[in-house]
């Protein structure tokens, strides 16, 4: 049966179209339904550009932005537009199911589709509320409690996007947590394939791809770089991203005389992503150790769907991710020397790195692909 799948995504922070990990995961879940035949309405309020390939016929209703200003402000225009959000949902029922992205200041979609008593996923990428906290500002934090409370318990399918987000959501009111990982692409990300085949530059290229914020662990990887570029000089690190970081990272590598051996891109547009992986040959992600490690990186599943081996941090559940010796390695977080041997152990070795990314990319094709996502999420909305 064909659905009509109401999307809501209320985050400001997440521009539905952009080039952001957030935009893509919400691009390719929307995709994926829309191949397997259903018709997808997306209610956002933040948008920032045209219609990415193959969502051209999602319905797009634009939502009231909140105005520019302090957080506070703009979150009490949040909550002050759930009336009128609640009724554009309304004007374009009825739907099969009502799909929302968690976001701090939405229980709109939930709270909708137990009133119209329809099945209702909710998608949940991070403990929100703890990483305001943490990593910028939380305001209204009594709000922000009482809408999780209210989103994660009327919810018919809370979906967690790691082991770490599931146990968070334990803790809350809640009917049923399904653990979803993230997808990736596999056919898109091919076409880093014969890019790095025809590469005949000599060097060894160390990528990172992803925002540059201090969960990250680009200071680690800086570091290891200076080592590894001491004892293999073809060695270069190439960045393929832009955040709040990159003047720090940039200081760093100018004051250990690496900047001419480093490529910071910036952000780039989510269809250039296959072809910059296609310039690297060694990929990481030198997470730091941290407690109720929640991520679900997809920078770690693109990194694989385009046939690089991938050196990680064993934290967190990373080592089901990255399967050690078979299509990467894991090292020790906050270890310098620990992720500068294993990069040069696969600098030394092309042969070994096109075995361990060869592994992956087969792995990812199979288990991983955002069509089996989206499957899997439609099969526990009927559940519901």
Known sequence: MKKHIAYLCADPGIPVYGNKGASIHVQNIIRAFIR????????????????????????????????????????????????TITAAIAAHAPYDLLYERYSLWSDIGMRYAEAAGIPSVLEVN?????????????VLPAEAETIAKSAFSRARELIAVSPGVAAYLKNWPHRRITTLANGVE???????????????DGETRIGFLGTLKPWHGLPLLVEAFARVHAEHPTARLHIIGDG????????????????????????????????????IDIATAPYPAQDNFYFSPLK??????????????????????????????????????????????????????THLGDAGRIRVAREHSWESVAAKILALAEET
């Open 36 to 83: 397997a035949g259903h018709r997808v309405t997306l209610f956002a309020n933040r948008i920032d550009g045209t219609p990415p390939p193959g969502l051209e016929t999602v319905h797009l209703v634009p939502l009231p932005a909140p105005p520019k200003g302090d957080n506070e402000t703009r979150a009490r225009a949040i909550l002050a537009a759930h009336d």
């Open 126 to 138: 991070a403990p929100l509320i703890d990483e305001q906290r943490t990593h910028r500002e939380l």
């Open 186 to 200: 596999p056919q898109t990300f091919a076409a880093a394939l014969p890019i790095r085949a025809a590469r005949r």
């Open 244 to 279: 709040p970081g990159r003047a720090d990272l940039e200081t760093d590598l100018a004051a250990r005389g690496l900047t001419p051996y480093a490529h910071i891109s910036g952000s780039i547009a989510a269809a250039d992503v296959p072809a910059a992986l296609g310039q």
């Open 300 to 353: 770690i599943y693109e990194y694989h769907a385009a046939g690089l081996p991938v050196i990680t941090s064993r934290v967190g559940h990373l080592a089901e991710v990255v399967h050690d010796g078979e299509d990467g390695l894991l090292v020790p977080p906050d270890d310098p020397q620990a992720l500068a041997d294993a990069i040069l152990s696969l600098a030394r070795n092309p042969a070994h790195r």
